[in-house]
């Protein structure tokens, strides 16, 4: 998977977790996920990386998985 992949699927996934509610507004990883939305996770600092990769990336697969 290339980079332009993994933004695609982490875009779609955030937009899912955003339109659900399911991350609280004003968290780290609430603010990480919209700022991933924004500017893609090249945009992101390495903190903000570790918040994603930790919190909404996990969260993003779960949401995005059938069944």
Do not use: H
């Amino acid at each position: 998977m290339d980079l332009s992949e993994f933004d695609n699927q982490l875009y779609e996934g955030i937009q899912t977790l955003l339109l659900r509610r399911e991350l609280s507004e004003g968290t780290a990883a609430f603010n990480v996920a919209t700022k991933v939305i924004r500017g893609g996770f090249d945009s992101l600092t390495w903190e903000q990386k570790f918040i994603c990769l930790g919190r909404v990336v996990p969260l993003a697969r779960n949401g995005n998985q059938p069944g």
